[in-house]
Structure formats: C-alpha cells, structure tokens
C-alpha cells in the first residue's frame, strides 16, 4: 500500500522475491536505507500509535474510546466463551479414533 514508506516497500519487496537468488540477504537488508532510517524512542514511539489509533477509529466511526483494549476489560469477566477446551478434552476424539482403529 501506499500509506508504506518508499524505502521500506522497496526492501520487502526485496525480501520477498520468489526467486531464492533473487532476495535480499542480510547484508542487503542491513545496507537498506529503511534499515538504516530514523527510528522513534518508547515516547515518540507511544504518541504516534496514540495517534494512529484515533485516526482508525474515527475513520472507521468508532469512538476512540471504545478501544479494543476497554472492550476486551469488560468481556474478560466471560472467560468460556475466550478459552479454549482443556486439553484432555480436546485429544478425547483422537484417543477414541485411534483405539478403534487398532
């Protein structure tokens, strides 16, 4: 997509060839320029996802309040229906198949 910077569609592209011999190697990548491009420190790094979150939701018309975080608070106090089976459960099935086939 567009909204990728130039540099680092470049190098996925590179790195993604189906080519094996074709693909960047490590040495390419680390020579990249996006590799090597500005980085955000933990706060800078805080704002700008900050930031991009509330532009998704109110370009998807949802309140940036209702984050997925808040909504998965409330629905954590209905924990079956998140969890999956315990595991002897789960292999019951396949216990069961592989003792009639013997």
């Known amino acids: 997509p567009k909204f ?7 190098l996925f592209i590179a790195m993604t060839k189906f080519a094996l011999d074709e693909r960047a190697t490590l040495e390419e990548v680390k020579k990249s320029a996006w590799y090597n491009g500005p980085t955000l420190n933990n706060d ?3 704002e700008t996802m900050r930031q991009l979150f509330e532009e998704s939701s ?6 940036p309040k209702s984050s997925p975080t808040n909504s ?3 629905s954590a106090t209905n924990k079956a229906c998140c969890q999956p089976p315990p ?3 789960s292999l019951k099935p396949i216990k069961e198949n592989t003792l009639q086939s013997n």
Do not use: A, T, W, Y
């Open 44 to 46: 800078e790094l805080k």
């Open 4 to 10: 990728f910077d130039k540099d680092f569609r470049e």
């Open 58 to 63: 109110i370009i998807n018309g949802n309140s």
């Open 72 to 74: 998965m608070k409330s």
């Open 87 to 89: 595991l002897q459960e």
